[in-house]
Structures are given as structure tokens and as C-alpha cells.
């Protein structure tokens, strides 16, 4: 099968011809009908510090994934052949202290696909059964490999009760454009997005954001804020970006009680006045990994299904599931000019 890899240490993505895998016991293999690109995948193309450290070429890439059960291990009962799955990315041990309380987000021994071991940008992929997430009939395949990163959205945003508050929204990518349908949905009062991208900072509107704003180089972060929010008092920032201003900013700017969601991922430690930003204002930070199994899928696929995070905005392209079209994917999300970008079989929406 053909199948797009991280060949060697390095910058960039290889297509090439591996045999078709065959499931154990426990697991099932997805004939994969579509797969979405990430920030992650980016890290992972450009080889960053992180990738670096993490990755083990030759690794097959991709780990947001929709695709039909095609085989099944001999003992799982409860999968079926010709069913539609999503896929849950993060593969737990099931048997550390923090799986052990249910909390396998936090699971000390998490392998995630296309990282730690082969994904989903393939023709077939082989997971555990206890990872596929089990779609309604007709449902689209690039809206079911999207659920992934929505799901940490919906993670993201379960952190405090966003009826009536004022939230803002630091990064507007696919995810941080998912909190804002989220907010808007769970009744947040106003709700302000911000990013570099004009493109993105529209889409956070198309979404659900009540106001956004551009952060143009140069420009203060609370400055642009604080003028869009005049008097309003933010009660939780949903901090997607990693980056360090926003991160500053955030702890800064929330109200005294309020909370700060955090997602992003940044490339080094990030300096926050703790004594007088956090402590004495009582201010609570979430570090927020993957998604709650599988509470985040259930409130995912109905947040999806009834239409309040609108699948068909929020993906802005779909290419064809070839290598050379993982390439043009990664160069339209570095220019930012997409919201979720999808490789499916046929390049065209299926419902
Ligand atoms: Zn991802
Ligand atoms: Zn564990």
C-alpha cells in the first residue's frame, strides 16, 4: 500500500510503497478513507526540536483519521467489518495509577499514532479496537477525521460553565475556531477571537465568534483586546496558540477569579508573572492534553451532529490523499490561509 512516512532525521515527508499491516488480537485494521492535517504534522514535516526528540524514522505520518473497519483481531467481539470509525490518536496503557482513576488523557505511557507509531496517512491503518469512535450512517469521512482535534476543543472549553461569560480566543486554527461554535452554543455572552491570520480571524466569525481581531506584527496583544472588549470583563480565555504574549497576556488580562484554558503548544518556557498575575488574583490555569476518553467524543459527536460546530465551515479544503497534496497542505497551513485542511480518497465531500 502506499503510504506517506517520516523516512529519515530531517525535514519533510516521503511517499512510499509498505506492506499492508495485520492486526493482533485486539485490534482492528481501517481501510482509511480520510485524514486531516495538524499543527503536529507540521512540527513533524519541519522536524522541530520536539519531532527530533520523539520520532523514530521510519514512521508512517497522520493521526487524525476516519475510515471502514476492514479486518478485525480474533478477539474483538464488538467491532464490525464495514463500519465507519473515527479514531482516537492517543493509545493508553490501561494499567498506570492515572488509567487506573479513568483519567487516561493523562496516561503516563501514551503512544500516539503518527508520532510514536504508525498512522492513519495510508491506505490501511491497524489501532486497538478500544480506540475506534463508531460514526452515524452517512456521516461525511473528512467531518469524522476532523472530530479528533474538535475534541480537544470541546476538552478545552468543559474546563468552566461559559454561560453568560465573556471568553477570548487566542489562536483561531481549526481548533481554536471550534471553541469559538462551542462558547457560542454553551451561551458564552461575547466571545473575542484573536490571530495573526486575517483569513482565520474571519473563519473564528463564520464560527461563532462575536468580534475578532488581528494581531498584526508589532502591535500589543492586550492593547488590541482591550479595545475590542471595552468594558467587559473576560472571565476565561481559551489560550490555543502556545505562543508566548498570548500566554502573557492571557493571565494578564482574564478577571480576578477567572480561568485560563491552555492548549497551545510554544517552543520554549514562557515567563508569566505568577506572584502578581495568578496568586493573588486567584486566577486558575487548565493544562489541557488530548481528549477526556471518551466523554470528549460523546459531547463531540453531538456538538457535530446537531449542528452547532458547523463541520462544513470549519473545513476549508480537501485535497486528494496523495503525498504531493500532504505537501500543498502544509505549505496553505504555514501561510495560514485555511481553516481544517482534509486528504480524502476522492478530493470532493461525500455527502
Ligand atoms: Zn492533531
Ligand atoms: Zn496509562
Not at 476516519?66 to 490501561?94: F, L, M, N, P, Y
Not at 501514551?110 to 479496537?129: C, K, M, N, Q
Not at 480576578?256 to 514562557?270: F, T
Request: with cysteine.
Amino acid at each position: 500500500m502506499k503510504a506517506v512516512i517520516k523516512s529519515s532525521p530531517g525535514p519533510g515527508f516521503t511517499e512510499v510503497d509498505v506492506p499492508v499491516p495485520e492486526p493482533g488480537m485486539s485490534d482492528v485494521r481501517i481501510r482509511v478513507e480520510a485524514a486531516s492535517i495538524c499543527g503536529t504534522d507540521i512540527h513533524l514535516y519541519d522536524w522541530n526540536p520536539w519531532a527530533a526528540g520523539r520520532v523514530v524514522p521510519p514512521r508512517i505520518m497522520g493521526h487524525e483519521i476516519c475510515g471502514t473497519i476492514d479486518a478485525v483481531g480474533s478477539s474483538v467481539t464488538d467491532q464490525t467489518v464495514g463500519t465507519r470509525v473515527a479514531v482516537e490518536s492517543h493509545i493508553v496503557c490501561r494499567t498506570c495509577p492515572e488509567c487506573l482513576r479513568g483519567e487516561f488523557h493523562v496516561c503516563r505511557n501514551t503512544s500516539i499514532l503518527g508520532v510514536d507509531r504508525d498512522g492513519g496517512f495510508a491506505e490501511y491503518i491497524v489501532v486497538p479496537a478500544v480506540n475506534t469512535w463508531p460514526l452515524w450512517e452517512d456521516c461525511d469521512p473528512a467531518v469524522g477525521a476532523a472530530m479528533e482535534p474538535v475534541g480537544n476543543a470541546v476538552h478545552a472549553t468543559a474546563v468552566a460553565d461559559l454561560a453568560g461569560a465573556t471568553v477570548v480566543v487566542m489562536g483561531a486554527g481549526p481548533i481554536g475556531c471550534a471553541c469559538c461554535a462551542i462558547a457560542k452554543a454553551k451561551g458564552a455572552a461575547f466571545i473575542v477571537a484573536i490571530d495573526r491570520s486575517p483569513f482565520r480571524a474571519g473563519l473564528a466569525m463564520t464560527m461563532g465568534a462575536d468580534a475578532s481581531c488581528i494581531l498584526e506584527p508589532g502591535t500589543s496583544m492586550e492593547d488590541v483586546l482591550r479595545n475590542v472588549l471595552g468594558e467587559r470583563e473576560v472571565d476565561g480565555v481559551l489560550e490555543m496558540s502556545g505562543a508566548a504574549e498570548a500566554i502573557q497576556t492571557a493571565v494578564h488580562l482574564v478577571r480576578p477569579g477567572g480561568w485560563v484554558s491552555m492548549l497551545g503548544l510554544g517552543d520554549e518556557p514562557v515567563a508569566v508573572d505568577f506572584s502578581a498575575d495568578v496568586v493573588m488574583r486567584g486566577v486558575t490555569l487548565y493544562g489541557i492534553v488530548g481528549r477526556e476518553l471518551f466523554a470528549s467524543w460523546e459531547e463531540t459527536t453531538r456538538l457535530v451532529r446537531t449542528g452547532a460546530i458547523r463541520m462544513t465551515s470549519l473545513i476549508t479544503d480537501r485535497l486528494p490523499f496523495t503525498g504531493e497534496a500532504i505537501d500543498e497542505a502544509v505549505r496553505r497551513l504555514k501561510k495560514g490561509t485555511s481553516g481544517k485542511i482534509v486528504l480524502t480518497r476522492e478530493g470532493v465531500r461525500h455527502d
